[in-house]
């Protein structure tokens, strides 16, 4: 288990109240290398990648394939 999949478990757990949205490459790569803490939280298998703030519990998502088309 990574330090990251206990804020994955805690809100897949609660999925209903966990917020996300995809995102372009763009804001991506801002939000990873912005100030504001993000916690990965990349979907297993699935082929998304995922950053959540650990304070709001939001989830931006974005498809691998895209990260790599940028």
């Not at 990574?2 to 763009?26: G, I, K, L, R, Y």
């Not at 979907?43 to 703030?53: E, I, K, P, T, W």
């Not at 498809?63 to 790599?68: H, I, V």
Request: aromatic residues 10%; charged residues 25%.
């Amino acid at each position: 288990m990574t330090s990251m999949e206990p804020f994955f478990d805690q809100c897949a757990s609660a999925s209903e109240s966990c917020n996300s949205a995809f995102v372009e490459p763009e804001e991506y790569y801002q939000l990873l290398l912005g100030w504001r803490k993000m916690v990965r939280v990349d979907h297993g298998g699935s082929d998304v990648c995922g950053l959540m703030d650990p304070h709001s519990g939001k989830q931006y998502l974005i498809k691998r394939r895209r990260l790599l088309q940028e």
